[in-house]
């Protein structure tokens, strides 16, 4: 996969509490920081209606910024009943303590993601199945 490249525009730089939607509008406010660069693949429609997720491993990029990345891999998420994978890219190949960051991150997320999804009145199981 890494002879693939994709194209990401940074809305959660890493470090941040502020998860964003493809729009720029704040979507939710994480308990903990987020540990990876997370963003969107302009030109893609995912499921749930917007851009295809990614995830940008290494150091903090701005939010709102685009980088072009190789991709790594992707994981297996299901948001709501509607399948919703994250592309994992980095400038790197991924370290084993890497993949454990992104398992343990994703798991977490799917556990947030189920309360918030049940205040907004979602159904459907939210999940993290791992990588694909």
């Known amino acids: 996969m890494s002879d693939r490249k994709l194209t990401v525009v940074?809305?959660?730089?890493?470090?941040?509490?502020l998860k964003r939607d493809d729009n720029g509008a704040i979507d939710f406010v994480s308990p903990v920081p987020c540990p990876f660069n997370y963003g969107h693949v302009p030109g893609t429609l995912a499921d749930d209606g917007e851009a295809c997720d990614a995830v940008v491993l290494g150091p903090r990029?701005?939010?709102g910024s685009t980088s072009i990345v190789p991709v790594r891999g992707r994981v297996d998420f299901v948001d709501s009943g509607r399948p919703d994978p994250k592309w994992i890219c980095s400038g790197?190949?991924?370290s084993t303590f890497q993949r454990f960051q992104v398992n343990a991150f994703f798991r977490f997320y799917a556990f947030v993601k189920r309360g918030i999804n049940r205040f907004r009145g979602k159904r459907g199981p939210t999940?993290?199945?791992?990588w694909l």
């Open 10 to 17: 940074i809305d959660v730089p890493r470090g941040s509490f």
């Open 92 to 94: 790197a190949p991924i």
């Open 61 to 63: 990029l701005s939010l």
């Open 127 to 130: 999940c993290y199945l791992g």
